[in-house]
């Protein structure tokens, strides 16, 4: 499958520009595959950490305002690594739904950037691993 930029058609799980990121990806979040990434547009990407709050595991990751109308976001939990359960979705630019138990923050940046912070009770994730799951929906 492929997405076009410019009129050329890039394979979406390919790395048009060698920096170790898909093209899906890096459409998804907001960037152009074509231009290698800078290390504060790394930073953006999905990482852990311990909530302020207590009591939870927090992933901390950017999406664009105008998020590609075709993305589809999955926030995953799994216990093994093997299996893994979505228990939050994000589609296009709409709301995230999904599990009553996480909190989900959000604030828009000037730089068009929107800070996301996903926060799971940490009872629930059993060993708790999470990720984030980017689709292009085609």
Do not use: H
């Not at 852990?48 to 926030?75: E, H, L, R």
């Not at 800070?115 to 708790?128: A, D, Q, R």
């Amino acid at each position: 499958t492929c997405i076009r930029f410019g009129g050329e058609p890039l394979v979406l799980l390919g790395d048009v520009n060698g920096d170790g990121v898909s093209n899906s990806i890096a459409y998804a979040l907001g960037y152009l595959p074509t231009d290698k990434l800078s290390q504060a547009q790394l930073e953006s990407f999905p990482r852990s950490s311990k909530s302020q709050k207590g009591g939870a595991s927090a992933m901390i990751f950017s999406i664009p305002t105008d998020a590609a109308d075709d993305a589809i976001y999955s926030i995953l939990s799994s216990s093994d690594l093997n299996i893994w359960t979505e228990i939050a979705r994000k589609e296009g630019d709409g709301a995230w739904t999904g599990s009553e138990a996480a909190a989900i923050t959000q604030a828009v940046e000037s730089d068009g950037s929107v800070p996301t912070t996903f926060e799971y009770p940490i009872e629930l994730l059993n060993k708790g691993f999470m990720r984030l799951k980017v689709e292009i929906d085609d």
